[in-house]
């Protein structure tokens, strides 16, 4: 996989190209932790990652749980399509690349839903709340602003979150858990909505 970034980085902008010297701590190691460091039980369906760029940490997740169906939405056409070729030479037959803003997906729920360098929390959650359950399994790498981020989540959400420390960054936090209701602040929804569509 290493291998497919760095040489697909030569001709278009997957990672920032200071971390390319870094890229197994930086990237996959950084994605693949998230499959150990919740302390809540991680649950065995499909598996939705938002926003994944170049694959992290979706791409990641189904190299090393090829039996997991995984879904990578991106809405850059140049992102996606070297993503399909990078499935394709690994032999990833379970993992779905999508070529879309996230608030065009149709509703589906999903087992585990996670989200890297993304979208600020608040803004996340009213985008994405609507492919949750009760049961669904946030992950959400948030780097330095992870406990305020969630510090500073409206209290509209019903949810129970924590912040894990980053197994490969002690700088850095991973928001975990579930929301109660699924899109719980229609309001904000709307706002978040119509902010992107201007």
Do not use: Y
Request: proline share 6%.
């Amino acid at each position: 996989m290493a291998e497919l970034l760095l040489e697909a980085s030569s001709q278009q902008n997957l990672v920032a190209k200071s971390t390319l010297p870094h890229i197994w701590q930086r990237h996959i190691a950084d994605s693949a932790q998230l499959l150990h460091v919740s302390r809540e039980t991680l649950p065995p369906g499909a598996w939705l990652d938002l926003g994944t760029g170049a694959g992290f940490p979706g791409l990641v997740v189904a190299a090393l749980q090829p039996e997991r169906r995984v879904t990578l939405v991106d809405s850059r056409r140049l992102r996606t399509s070297w993503l399909t070729q990078a499935c394709s030479q690994l032999g990833l037959d379970r993992v779905e690349v999508v070529t879309a803003r996230v608030e065009d997906l149709p509703d589906a729920k999903w087992e585990v839903i996670s989200a890297r360098a993304f979208a600020p929390l608040e803004e996340l959650l009213a985008l994405s709340a609507r492919f949750s359950t009760r049961e669904t399994l946030w992950l959400l790498p948030k780097g330095a602003k992870a406990a305020h981020e969630l510090a500073t989540l409206p209290p509209q959400w019903d949810h129970m979150f924590h912040v894990e420390q980053s197994l490969t960054n002690p700088a850095a936090g991973i928001i975990i858990g579930r929301l109660l209701e699924g899109a719980s602040a229609p309001a904000i929804s709307r706002r978040f909505h119509r902010g992107r569509n201007r």
